[in-house]
């Protein structure tokens, strides 16, 4: 197995050599013959465990058993404990989420720290298969059948082409002791149950399972690599992508996505990173009313007119939605970038570029977002508007609505409906003696 897989990363995981590796430990006998096979290989290893204090006594068993085979191996050992099911309760996950969160998370910061190159971990062809076999049994989309990535980011899975049985037959021949998670035994985990009760039996049916489960898993990576190339494509024609107050929205035009020959399984692609769980009624929004929204996690689709319209739920302004800029400020950058400066005269105005008479101004000034009732006179229109009759007739949809700020005299007066209109009572007249260039600095 050593010879096998000092080829394998020669000829798939060459950028491996002279890296600084970080293994990823848990005692098991998967990462603790990984960890022998690299030092045996003369890779440049440390090893990370994490203590989850799930399993009492045996957890710092484990961890003690980590810290003698560093030691014997002549390897750098991290070690962390956790508070795993405090943390899963307080942030309401599963045990095995939260330790994965906590895991990740700590290697994270050892990578920054040290420096590190790659993590490494002992996911194995077995395990590759009891992923796909779960995933197929909860219900999937094809990139859920596509097996565990081998390479992903910073994170490297070395043993993936090898089967549970070899490296148990290396760690009997070579006598490597390993710490045994009894847990693993038991049938009530579902990854243990296909373990424990199907696996035996699909491997009795097809003796060379593993291996015909490669060839499926690569055909089902080809044929997602060919549906990526198409979503580009689709991208292409029907997003269009713009930013308000440095905020990204993304539009899908309904007549083109409509127009495609499965628009349902174009918007799962689509929008599948944004956290979207019933997908019947993001695609049933195609057809609903203007004003319709569906909401993720972390994200807002909204129907309006032609096009669905995207974006992320905004957190950070949630809490606290007044901001003040003092006098003689020059520049904020939250919660949207103006700059703001002392000009002899004007120059060209547009959207993002507006000029005011200074003497008009009462400070500290005010970012806000707009209310019920707020009312303006729009430069270059008679008489004053109510901002919602404004918004309605720029043909605003609600996520823009939302977006929009205004900047305000300390007594509420709106100056400038920022990256839309400015109030004509500020602009600037022929005797103005002290003129300020208000500038929103949008992204590209």
């Avoid at 269009?240 to 409509?258: A, T, V, Y």
């Avoid at 174009?266 to 569906?294: H, R």
């Avoid at 707020?374 to 901002?387: A, C, E, T, V, W």
Wanted: glycine share 4%.
């Amino acid at each position: 197995m050593l010879q096998k897989l000092s080829n394998h990363i020669n000829k798939n995981l060459p950028f491996l050599k002279d890296k600084k590796l970080l293994i990823a430990i848990s005692g098991g006998i998967d990462s603790v013959v990984l960890t022998h096979l690299l030092s045996a290989l003369k890779f440049n290893i440390s090893l990370a465990h994490c203590n989850f204090n799930i399993r009492g006594i045996e957890s710092d068993k484990d961890e003690d058993f980590i810290i003698s085979l560093g030691e014997k191996l002549n390897v750098k050992t991290f070690t962390t404990h956790f508070k795993t099911e405090e943390f899963a309760k307080k942030n309401k996950q599963s045990t095995q989420i939260a330790a994965r969160n906590l895991r990740y998370n700590w290697f994270n910061e050892l990578i920054h720290k040290y420096e590190f190159d790659f993590v490494l971990t002992a996911h194995h062809a077995d395990d590759n298969l009891e992923t796909f076999l779960i995933n197929l049994t909860r219900g999937t989309g094809l990139e859920g059948l596509t097996g565990i990535p081998e390479i992903n980011g910073n994170i490297v899975r070395p043993l993936l082409k090898f089967s549970r049985q070899e490296i148990i037959d290396f760690a009997k021949e070579n006598n490597i002791d390993w710490r045994e998670d009894k847990s693993n035994a038991s049938t009530k985990y579902t990854r243990n149950k296909i373990r424990h009760q199907v696996l035996p039996i699909l491997k009795e049916i097809n003796p060379s399972l593993l291996d015909t489960f490669a060839n499926t898993t690569e055909h089902l990576q080809e044929n997602q690599q060919i549906i990526e190339d198409r979503i580009n494509e689709v991208s292409l024609k029907v997003l269009q992508k713009n930013f308000k107050s440095e905020k990204e929205i993304i539009k899908i035009e309904i007549k083109k996505i409509k127009s495609l020959s499965n628009s349902k399984a174009y918007l799962y692609q689509l929008l599948k990173d944004y956290n979207f769980t019933e997908w019947n009624d993001v695609y049933n929004l195609l057809s609903a009313q203007s004003g319709k929204q569906i909401f993720s996690k972390t994200h807002i689709l909204l129907k309006d007119r032609d096009f669905l319209i995207l974006t992320k739920i905004d957190f950070s302004t949630a809490l606290e939605t007044i901001f003040q800029i003092e006098e003689n400020t020059s520049e904020i950058k939250q919660p949207i970038h103006l700059n703001i400066e002392n000009v002899i005269e004007k120059s060209i105005e547009n959207k993002q570029t507006i000029f005011v008479d200074k003497e008009e101004l009462v400070f500290p000034l005010k970012l806000r977002k707009w209310q019920n009732g707020d009312f303006f006179y729009p430069k270059g229109m008679n008489g004053k508007k109510k901002l919602s009759k404004y918004f309605k007739d720029e043909k605003l949809s609600l996520i823009e609505k939302q977006n929009t700020w205004l900047l305000c005299n300390n007594n509420n007066i709106i100056i400038w409906v920022i990256g839309y209109r400015q109030d004509k009572r500020f602009v600037t007249k022929k005797n103005s003696n002290s003129i300020i260039k208000l500038s929103l600095i949008t992204r590209d």
